[in-house]
C-alpha cells in the first residue's frame, strides 16, 4: 500500500539543508527520519524567489511549490540569515487544512513560528479552540483573543493552534469521482477497477469576506496528487500536467491569484488506490520588470503613430488656413455683388423712368405730328392749330424733361454698376486660387488619414505577427509549454532547466505582443469617429480623391465658372444697356433738335403768316424727325429695360449665391477649426504612448502575480505584524487494505519501540517529539 509520509526541512542542518521524512502507519507511533542528502525539495523560498526574479521564476515556482506542500514554516527560511538574527516580533503563519478524500475539512491547524533571537515576551493575536506549544514546556496562556507566550533566544518558537473545522477559508475545493460513466463516494473506490475518471476543483470562497479573500486574490496553488501506475494508470487529463515518479504518477496543476481551475485526469483503474493530493498556497515576493524586457518593437510602432498623428494634425492646419481665406473671399465677393445689386435696383429705376419719358414723348409728338397735319391743311386752322402746337410743345417739353431725369438716373445707376462690377471682378479673380488651397489641403488631410490608418494597422499587424498571426493560441502554446517543460524539470539537468527558461521569456514576449496589440485595437476604435469626419470633409471638397484633381475640387471649379458665367451675362446685359442708352442719347439729340425746328416754327408762326406754310413746312419735317428719334429712343428704352430686368436677376441670383458660398465657407472653417482642434489633441494624446503601454502591462503583471498584497494574519486580519501566511490543504488517500497494513505498521512500531524502549526512557522531549505527537 501507499504509505502515508510528511516532510520538511531540518532545522538542525541550516548550513546543509536535509529532508525529514515522517512516516505515518495507521496504529503506530510516527517514526522520524532525516536523509542528509540534499534533494530538490530541500529548495529554500529565498532561492527560489532569487531565481524567479533572475528570470527563472516559473519553472523554479513549479518545482518548489510542489516540494513545499506540508512543510512548516521553517521550511520556507532554512537557509535566510535574518532567521538567527531578527529580534522582530513578526511571526510565520502555517494554516494546515486536513480534508477528506472528496475536500471536506475535518481539522484547521495552524503552526505559528517566531524566529530564533532575543528571548522576549509576545501576545500574538489569535482566538484558538486549543493551543499546544511545540517548543518549550511553557502551558500557553490562551485568554481574551490572544496567545502569550515567551520567545527563545537560540532557537526559533513554535506552537500549534486548533481552529473550528467550519472556519471559511480562502478557497473551496473539491474532488469529485466517476467509475464507469456513474459517480461513486471515494470511500466506496477503494480497489475498484474499471475506467476512472477524477476531477479537482479549486475556486475562490465566494462566502469569503474581504480580509479572507485578500489571500485568494494574491497566492498562487500548487496541487499535486500521487498515484500508482499499477493502480490507476492514466492516459487522459485536462487543465493539469503529468509527471512520472518511479511507479508512481504525479498530477500537477497551478492556479493564479484571483483564479479558479478544474483539473481532471482520466484512465484505467485496476484495484484503485492513491495517496491523496496536497495542495500549498503562497505569495509569491518577485519583480518582474517589463522595461527589462525588449520594447524596441514597441517604441518603433508608437514612434510611427507619433509621426502619422503629427502629419495629420499638419494637415488639418493647413485645411483651416484655407477655409478662412476661402471664407474671407467669399465674405467679400458677397459684399461685392450686395453694392453691385443696389446699382443694379437704382439702373432700373432710372431705366423705368426712361421708359415712363419715352413714352410720354411719344405721346407730345403724336399731337405735335396732329397739330402739324392741321397746320397743313390750312393756315385757315392756324390760330387753333398753334394753339394745339403750344400744347403739344408743352408735352413736349415734359416728357424732354422726364427723358433728361431718366438720363441722369441711367447715368447714376451705370456708375454704381461700374463700381460693383470693378468689386466683383477683384473678388472673382481671388476664387481659383483659394479653392485650390482648399483642394490641396483636404488632399493633405487625406493623406494624413490613411497614414494614421496605416500605421495603426501596421502596428496591429506587426504585434500578431510576434506571436505567429493568433494571440489566444500563442497564450496557449505558452502555457503548455510552460506546463510540460515545469512538469519535466529535474535542476540538475541544465538543458531541463535551459527549456523551462525558454517557456518563461516565451510568456512574457506573448504578453507583450497582447499588451501592445490591445493598446492598438483601442486607439483605432477611437479613431473611426474621427476618421468618418475626415473622410466626409475629403468627399465634400474633393469628391474622396487626395491628388487635387478629384470630382470635388472640380465639382467647385465648375461652381466657379457658373458664377463667372453669370458676371459675363451681366457684362453682356450692361452692353446692351450701354447700347440702348446710345440709342437713347441720339434720340435725344434729335429730339432737342426737333424741338429746335419746334421751337423755330412757332416763333416764325408768331412772326407773321406770311412765313406760316414755310414755319408749318419746318414744323412737320421736325416731328418726323422728332418722331424717328422718339421710335429709337423707345425701342432703346425699352431694350435698356430688358437688360435692367436680366441684370437685375443675375445680380440678384449671384448674390445668394455668393451668400450661400459664404455660408458654406464659414461652415467648412468651424469644421477645419473643430478638425485640427482634434487632430491636435489626438497628437498630444499619443505622445509617450509607449510608456503608457508598459505602465500597463506591468500593472497587469503586478496584479496577475499578486504583488501588491500586504501581509497579515489569517487568524486575526488586523494583525499585520506578520512575515510570511501560508496554506498547506492535505487531503486524503484512497488506501486498499488498511486493516492488515495498520498491523503490519504496529508491529513495525512494537520491534522498534521494543528496540528502544530502554535507551528512549529518559531521553528529553525535543520540538519532533511534540509536532509528531500532535500528528
Keep these: 500500500m501507499a504509505v502515508p509520509r510528511v516532510r520538511w526541512a531540518d532545522p538542525s542542518h541550516v548550513d546543509r539543508p536535509g529532508l525529514c521524512e515522517m512516516i505515518l502507519y495507521s496504529n503506530s507511533h510516527p517514526q522520524p527520519r532525516c536523509i542528509k542528502e540534499p534533494s530538490m525539495e530541500s529548495v529554500t523560498m529565498t532561492t527560489f524567489r532569487r531565481r524567479f526574479a533572475a528570470g527563472i521564476a516559473a519553472a523554479t515556482a513549479g518545482a518548489l511549490l510542489i516540494a513545499g506542500v506540508a512543510m512548516p514554516p521553517v521550511a520556507a527560511h532554512a537557509d535566510e540569515p535574518s532567521a538567527s538574527s531578527s529580534s522582530s516580533a513578526g511571526k510565520d503563519e502555517t494554516i494546515y487544512i486536513k480534508a477528506g478524500a472528496d475536500g471536506s475539512v475535518s481539522g484547521i491547524y495552524v503552526v ?43 532557537q526559533p ?51 469569503a469576506d ?28 485536462s487543465n493539469a500536467t503529468l509527471a512520472q515518479a518511479g511507479g508512481n504518477t504525479v498530477v500537477s496543476a497551478m492556479v493564479l491569484p484571483g483564479e479558479s481551475t478544474h483539473a481532471t485526469i482520466g484512465g484505467k483503474a485496476n484495484g484503485f488506490s492513491s495517496s491523496g493530493w496536497q495542495i500549498t498556497a503562497m505569495s509569491l515576493d518577485m519583480a518582474l520588470d517589463v522595461r527589462d524586457q525588449d520594447t524596441s518593437k514597441l517604441s518603433e510602432q508608437t514612434d510611427k503613430l507619433e509621426d502619422a498623428t503629427t502629419q495629420l494634425k499638419n494637415g488639418a492646419d493647413d485645411l483651416a488656413d484655407g477655409n478662412g481665406k476661402l471664407r474671407d473671399g467669399a465674405n467679400a465677393l458677397a459684399d461685392g455683388l450686395g453694392t453691385a445689386n443696389d446699382g443694379a435696383s437704382a439702373l432700373a429705376q432710372g431705366v423705368t423712368s426712361l421708359s415712363e419719358g419715352a ?23 392756324l390760330s387753333g392749330g398753334a394753339g394745339s402746337l403750344q400744347d ?65 494597422s501596421d502596428g496591429q499587424s506587426a504585434a500578431l505577427a510576434a506571436v505567429g498571426g493568433d494571440i489566444e493560441a500563442a497564450e496557449t502554446a505558452a502555457e503548455q509549454a510552460y506546463q510540460t517543460a515545469l512538469a519535466g524539470l529535474n535542476p540538475n539537468d541544465p538543458q531541463s532547466v535551459q527549456r523551462l527558461n525558454a517557456a518563461v521569456e516565451t510568456m ?76 437713347a442719347a441720339e434720340g435725344s439729340s434729335q429730339l432737342a433738335s426737333g424741338a429746335t425746328g419746334l421751337a423755330s416754327g412757332a416763333s416764325d408762326l408768331a412772326s407773321g403768316a406770311a412765313n406760316a406754310q414755310q414755319g408749318a413746312s419746318q414744323l412737320a419735317a421736325g416731328v ?29 441670383s449671384a448674390r445668394d449665391g455668393a451668400n450661400d458660398l459664404a455660408s458654406g465657407a464659414g461652415s467648412a472653417a468651424d469644421g477645419a477649426d473643430q478638425l485640427s482642434d482634434g487632430a491636435r489633441e489626438l497628437a498630444d494624446s499619443v505622445k509617450g504612448m509607449d510608456d503608457k503601454v508598459l505602465d500597463e502591462l506591468q500593472k497587469t503583471i503586478d496584479d496577475k502575480l499578486g504583488r501588491n498584497f500586504k501581509a497579515h494574519s489569517f ?61
Aim: proline share 2%.
Design 624 to 652: 418726323s424727325s422728332a418722331r424717328d428719334g422718339s421710335s429709337r429712343l423707345a425701342s432703346g428704352a425699352s431694350d435698356a429695360a430688358s437688360g435692367a430686368s436680366q441684370l437685375a436677376s443675375g445680380v440678384s
Design 392 to 456: 403739344g410743345a408743352t408735352q413736349l417739353k415734359s416728357g424732354a424733361d422726364a427723358v433728361a431725369d431718366g438720363n441722369r438716373k441711367l447715368a447714376d445707376g451705370l456708375s454704381q454698376l461700374s463700381q460693383a462690377s470693378g468689386q466683383l471682378t477683384n473678388a472673382t479673380s481671388q476664387l481659383p486660387s483659394q479653392a485650390k488651397a482648399l483642394s490641396d489641403a483636404a488632399s493633405s488631410l487625406a493623406q494624413g488619414d490613411q497614414q494614421y490608418r496605416k500605421a495603426l
Design 508 to 583: 512574457a514576449k506573448v504578453q507583450n505582443a497582447k499588451g501592445q496589440y490591445e493598446a492598438l485595437k483601442q486607439t483605432a476604435d477611437g479613431y473611426g469617429q474621427l476618421g468618418q469626419g475626415i473622410a466626409a470633409l475629403n468627399t465634400a471638397v474633393n469628391g474622396g480623391g487626395t491628388d487635387g484633381s478629384s470630382n470635388g475640387a472640380a465639382a467647385l471649379t465648375g461652381q466657379l465658372e457658373q458664377l463667372g458665367q453669370g458676371i459675363a451675362d451681366m457684362h453682356t446685359a450692361i452692353t446692351q444697356l450701354q447700347a440702348g442708352a446710345q440709342s
Design 112 to 154: 505559528n513560528t517566531f524566529a530564533a533571537g532575543s528571548a522576549r515576551t509576545v501576545n500574538d493575536p489569535g482566538a484558538y479552540a486549543k493551543v499546544t506549544n511545540l517548543t518549550t514546556d511553557e502551558q500557553l496562556d490562551n485568554a481574551n483573543g490572544s496567545v502569550s507566550l515567551t520567545t527563545l533566544a537560540d
Design 157 to 207: 518558537f513554535y506552537y500549534q493552534g486548533d481552529l473550528d473545522a467550519s472556519t471559511t477559508l480562502p478557497w473551496t475545493i473539491g474532488v469529485t469521482y466517476t467509475l464507469d460513466g456513474q459517480p461513486i463516494a471515494a470511500d466506496q473506490l477503494a480497489g475498484k477497477s474499471g475506467d476512472l475518471e477524477i476531477s479537482l476543483s479549486i475556486e475562490p470562497n465566494a462566502a
Design 210 to 237: 474581504q480580509a479572507v479573500s485578500d489571500f485568494a486574490d494574491s497566492y498562487v496553488i500548487q496541487a499535486q496528487g500521487t498515484f500508482p501506475q499499477d493502480a490507476f494508470a492514466v492516459d487522459r487529463t
Design 359 to 381: 413714352g410720354s414723348l411719344n405721346d407730345g409728338l403724336g399731337t405735335l405730328q396732329t397739330g402739324a397735319d392741321a397746320l397743313n391743311d390750312g393756315l385757315g386752322t
Design 715 to 775: 487568524v486575526a486580519p488586523e494583525n499585520t505584524d506578520v512575515n510570511r501566511v501560508q496554506f498547506t490543504y492535505v487531503l486524503d488517500g484512497v488506501d486498499v487494505d488498511d486493516e492488515s497494513d495498520g498491523a503490519s505498521g504496529a508491529t513495525d512500531s512494537a520491534d522498534t519501540t521494543a528496540t528502544g524502549s530502554t535507551a528512549d526512557a529518559n531521553r528529553e522531549t525535543t520540538f519532533w517529539d511534540r509536532l509528531l505527537a500532535l500528528l
